[in-house]
């Protein structure tokens, strides 16, 4: 039986839900309303900050002094070309440990995950000289492979529990309907995983385009994305707070929007599989 | 062809022997029911032959040839599972055609098959539809649609029916008798239900615990039970099994009569008792009649509709030319 709620209470409870609502997004308004404000005024006591005139300099500035395209490229081609690449080693690395798991399945599952336990900065050492012996400092390629597989234990866990889901009676049948094990995952288990799937890119790509560690430590111009970017503007002298605010903006806009119109895709793939 | 022929096959699972050295022969065209309590391993043995689970010892050999390695794919047999399997995303026709297009036959082929079979299943009109806007008798009859347009050696049925309700299921019962009819394939059928096995089965294998107690024709396990297992599985209601001093008057360990070969009269008879709960049928009613003396209480078929009081006093005679008399080890004497 659902709860009684009193209008009074479920009043309360709307302030309340709205006041931490608002608390937790009030940095990102900030940064929002700073970005329109000339330097001078970004610094100046609230109050001061909302009344002042708004403007388009910062973006302009921004936008003149290093170039915001190229960094966003950078970032679709890391964030969604780390994704793939990692869909397409994670698809057949979860299949088997969904559908023909061994006495090790969970050890390995459990060792995967520990690496996302692992420090970054403690591979860092090897994993640069690694990039400097094979040339791919500042490369896309090089940070596509990293990304991939610092993301890859989550890619193949969530695949792995949507593939769980799935019935094994029905690839059986695809079996014994005479597809090869190539057919039955092209054809049977991928389409039916696809809204897993869906989740799995979408979260995964937005890990990726907001990480922020090894694509500032691996990059210098070429292949720097938009967290390059935005680190650019963060210098110890000076206060550039309009600017670093307006490049700030500009990094976080794509991914915002697409995980606002993607949200419910998310939270379903979030949540798959902890009901039934 | 669709002989299938099992030599000293095993199944273990870890160190649990799931089936025992077991051995089989099912003629090609036959209509064969594997039957046993949940757990003996008949859904085991099925998948045995499919070659969904690999076998630890022992070979499979379909149509003379040895199938034992053979991946499930090439072993010419096609399969409906329990829960249909049916591939929700793809509409009925795709479902249908699907083991076509992985044989690669050419699309008008494909078509000319799926056509027919729709036609035989009543599923012209929802070519179209998903899996998922269909009831479930319809889900059925795709998951059996899927199976017939290969042409298979044989059918492997997993529990088809029980999933689907009681009237849909007698339904579904004579649709796939019809089948086996028209098509004289072969057909190995699994189920718990012992009313399915009896009315479909040219032949029935009652295994318990991985071993097969009995092989035989419908009648011939209802007539001739080979141990107290298979009489008291085979035969609705169950055969009253008596031991003690009743059994011993007719040189046994163990006697067995079914409901419908006992007598009952308010006059005389054998054994005398009183009513307990009587189950009207309309075509049937069934007494459960406690005798003084007997540990269980007996059940007894009266044709047709026929009163008696709860408690009233009853005799019963068993029919000596049904009586079925077992030994200490529940094995039959004859």
């Known amino acids: 039986m659902a709860r009684a709620v009193t209008p009074r209470r479920k009043l309360i409870n709307t302030l309340v839900a709205w006041a931490i609502g608002l608390l937790i997004f009030f940095p990102i308004l900030w940064i929002i309303v700073l970005s329109f404000k000339s330097e001078g005024d970004a610094i100046r006591t609230p109050i001061k900050v909302l009344t002042s005139a708004w403007t388009l300099d910062s973006y302009a500035v921004v936008q003149e ?22 869909v397409i080693v994670a698809v057949p690395a979860a299949w088997s440990m969904a559908f023909v798991p061994s006495d090790r399945t969970r050890g390995i599952l459990m ?19 690694l990039f400097i012996q094979l040339g791919i400092l500042d490369t896309r390629i090089g940070l596509v492979m990293v990304l991939m597989l610092i993301n890859l234990p989550i890619i193949v866990w969530m695949l792995y529990t949507y593939f769980r889901e799935i019935p094994g009676e029905i690839l059986e049948a695809a079996r014994m309907d005479g597809a090869s094990l190539r057919e039955e995952v092209m054809y049977v288990l991928t389409p039916m995983a696809v809204p897993g799937i869906a989740s799995t890119v979408l979260l995964n790509v937005i890990l990726a385009w907001n990480e922020a560690f090894w694509t500032l430590n691996l990059t210098a111009a070429k292949a720097a994305p ?51 | 062809m669709g002989q299938i022929q099992l030599s000293k096959v095993t199944k273990k699972f870890g160190d649990l022997t799931v089936i025992p050295p077991l051995d089989l022969q099912i003629e090609d065209g036959e209509f064969v029911v594997f039957v046993g309590p949940s757990g003996c391993g008949k859904s085991t043995l099925l998948r045995l032959i499919a070659g969904l689970e690999d076998v630890s010892g022992g070979q499979v050999l379909i149509d003379g040839q040895d199938a034992t390695m053979v991946p499930p794919a090439r072993r010419g047999l096609a399969m ?18 699907f083991p076509l297009r992985m044989a690669k036959m050419d699309q008008a082929e494909q078509d000319r098959r799926v056509t027919q079979a729709a036609e035989v299943l009543n599923l012209t009109d929802y070519l179209e539809r998903r899996p998922g806007q269909l009831s479930g008798g319809q889900r059925q009859r795709v998951a059996i649609g899927r199976a017939i347009v290969r042409e298979p050696q044989a059918f492997l049925f997993d529990e088809p029916l029980s999933n689907l309700d009681a009237a849909l299921r007698v339904g579904m019962r004579l649709e796939i008798s019809e089948l086996h009819k028209r098509l004289a394939t072969t057909m190995i059928y699994v189920t718990h239900d012992q009313v399915e096995a009896m009315t479909m089965a040219d032949k029935i294998v009652v295994l318990q615990a991985g071993r097969i107690e009995q092989v035989g024709s419908p009648l011939e396990l209802y007539r001739t039970p080979r141990n107290t297992f298979v009489a008291g599985f085979i035969g609705s209601p169950k055969m009253n099994l008596l031991s003690g001093a009743q059994a011993e008057k007719h040189g046994a360990h163990t006697i067995g009569i079914r409901p419908e070969h006992l007598l009952i009269s308010t006059e005389s008879g054998e054994w005398e ?12 009613t069934f007494f459960h009649v406690n005798c003084p003396g007997f540990a269980d209480p007996l059940t007894v078929r009266a044709s047709g509709e026929m009163d008696l009081k709860y408690k009233s006093r009853v005799f019963l005679t068993p029919d000596p030319a049904h009586l079925h008399r077992f030994d200490a080890q529940g094995l039959r004497v004859e």
């Open chain 1, 65 to 86: 002094r290093s170039d915001y395209f190229k960094h966003f490229s950078n970032s679709v081609i890391l964030a969604v070309g780390s994704t793939l690449l990692g």
């Open chain 1, 111 to 129: 060792w995967m995950l520990s690496t996302k336990m692992l420090p970054a900065v403690g591979v860092l050492y090897p994993i640069y000289l």
């Open chain 1, 226 to 276: 938009l967290t390059a970017f935005i680190a650019s503007y963060s210098s110890p002298e000076g206060l550039f707070y309009a600017k670093l605010s307006a490049a700030s903006v500009m990094a976080i806009a794509p991914i915002l929007i697409m995980g606002w119109f993607s949200q419910k895709q998310l939270v379903r793939g979030l949540t798959f599989g902890a009901v039934k």
């Open chain 2, 80 to 97: 409906v599972f329990q829960s249909y399997a049916l591939y929700p995303h793809m509409s009925v026709r795709k479902n249908i055609a």
């Open chain 2, 273 to 284: 008792g009183t009513v307990g709960v009587s189950e009207h049928l309309g075509s049937d």
